[in-house]
């Protein structure tokens, strides 16, 4: 049954010709992470290797591809939680920096605080010896296009939603039965500078516990903090409800009460998983048992071996 990892590369709404590149770079992710998990590896260092494959694709919005702030910059948030221990990291609004999810960890593993913001997390990355970027590194052009777009007069903010390559994430547990998430976002489209989402707070942006299981969301920040989204799913699961069930009656909630789109995959203890959503699309993939499991529509799902056909 063990190890498993599953992946999200965000919900919403994916053009037909995005399609295969979210897709693809969800499966790539699930592969490299998994090798880890296989090799004997821990399911933190499988999630971070997921996430980091994720940043750095451009694909999505997180690291490398990350939406702009209103001001045309770039602030990125990420987590992580191991599930044996409770630790935590995070970080929000950091900028310059090409992987978040490895500044999360590394504020979990070597400090006494769960969150550091903006520029303390830019030096405190700097402390550690995390190279700094230059921003225009990790803007493609279509962000670029994407905050234009936004900003001219009468532009209609839902349909410059569309296309949102949204937040990434991953969950995990290991051969050892022990469990991990990490998260990691580059924000809300045209955000105002200095707004931070769900991703780094505990319990919204990610949860993880050996006792119960490991949850990543993905969708609209203000919506999943208000119910707690990730603690809420894992609510559920302690009540019995499965990993799918936990997960459609908090989405179904987050929808009810606050009119909250999104996302999530879960996995738990025993190695079952989830990848549901209420948004029109999400990219997802999981790996378990020399299978590779992937999707993109409600009710989709392909299954095929994990290992590609030699050449």
């Not at 203000?222 to 009540?239: C, G, N």
Request: some cysteine; hydrophobic content about 40%.
């Amino acid at each position: 049954m063990l190890p498993v990892l599953v992946v999200h590369g965000g919900a919403g709404h994916i053009p037909k010709e995005r399609a295969e590149l979210s897709c693809g770079g969800v499966m790539e992710a699930v592969r490299g992470g998994y090798s880890i998990l296989r090799a004997g590896g821990s399911a933190m260092d499988a999630v971070v290797e997921a996430v980091t494959l994720l940043e750095d694709n451009p694909a999505y919005n997180a690291g490398r591809g990350s939406v702009l702030n209103v001001k045309g910059e770039v602030e990125m948030d990420a987590l992580v939680m191991d599930g044996r221990t409770l630790g935590s990291g995070a970080v929000s609004a950091v900028r310059r920096v090409k992987n978040p999810v490895q500044l999360a960890r590394l504020v979990m593993e070597k400090t006494n605080h769960l969150c550091l913001t903006a520029e303390g997390a830019s030096q405190f990355a700097r402390a550690m010896g995390m190279e700094e970027v230059p921003e225009e590194s990790l803007i493609t052009d279509y962000a670029r296009m994407r905050w234009r777009k936004n900003l001219a007069p009468g532009a209609n903010p839902v349909e410059c939603q569309m296309g949102k390559m949204g937040t990434v994430g991953a969950v995990a547990v290991d051969v050892e039965g022990n469990i991990a998430c990490a998260t990691s976002t580059g924000g809300m489209l045209n955000q105002m500078a200095g707004r931070v989402g769900d991703t780094p707070c505990v319990g919204c942006g990610g949860y993880a516990d050996n006792k119960v299981g490991a949850v990543s969301p993905t969708g609209h920040g203000e919506a999943i903090m208000k119910v707690t989204l990730s603690r809420l799913i894992l609510f559920h699961m302690e009540q019995g409800k499965s990993a799918e069930e936990a997960s459609d009656l908090a989405l179904a909630y987050m929808r009810e009460r606050v009119g909250g789109l999104g996302g999530v995959v879960v996995v738990d203890p025993q190695g079952n998983w989830a990848a549901r959503f209420s948004s029109l699309q999400m990219a997802w993939a999981a790996a378990r048992q020399g299978q590779l499991h992937y999707g993109l529509y409600t009710g989709e799902h392909f299954t095929e071996p994990l290992e590609k056909p030699s050449q």
